[in-house]
């Protein structure tokens, strides 16, 4: 659990000279992946809503490697095309969770996580963390390390 969190804090040292909470979501993002295993994918195509106020900044991550992947950035457009969608959208939050598909499906807003989306920033006090909807990753089938899943601050 402290290599998680040590992997964390490194990552936002090499991300940001001064971090903010957008650069902390950020690295957040980057390390969720490293702890997310899917068949057969060698290139994981990360999908972002560009109404995230962090969007652009997500560009950071376009062809680092993660296990044995690259990853794509895309703005959202195709979901088929996606492994992973990052958005704050309730809507489209909806129509990836009552798909049968395996897109890991992380939101950034409040009760998005209880709505479906498999990993939740949230915002307590100033500190961001996460909360994840375990009928939601198992309904994906996506496997999710259970390290990563022991420093969620809530479990739906």
């Not at 950071?60 to 993660?66: A, Q």
């Not at 009760?111 to 100033?126: D, E």
């Amino acid at each position: 659990m402290k290599k998680i969190l040590f992997s964390i804090l490194f990552t936002l040292f090499l991300f940001a000279k001064s971090a903010n909470i957008d650069d902390i979501k950020v690295a957040y993002i980057y390390n969720f992946l490293k702890y997310i295993q899917w068949k057969n994918v060698s290139t994981i195509h990360l999908c972002i809503d560009p109404n995230l106020p962090y969007a652009k900044k997500l560009r950071i991550l376009e062809k680092r490697r993660v296990q044995e992947g690259k990853i794509i950035l895309h703005y959202l457009q195709d979901i088929d095309a996606c492994n992973v969608v990052v958005t704050n959208d309730q809507k489209l939050v909806h129509q990836i969770v009552n798909r049968d598909n395996k897109i890991l499906l992380i939101t950034d807003g409040e009760n998005l996580g209880k709505l479906g989306g498999m990993i939740n920033l949230v915002q307590i006090g100033k500190n961001i963390r996460f909360e994840v909807n375990l009928n939601s990753i198992k309904k994906s089938r996506i496997k999710i390390s259970s390290r990563l899943l022991r420093l969620a601050v809530r479990k739906y």
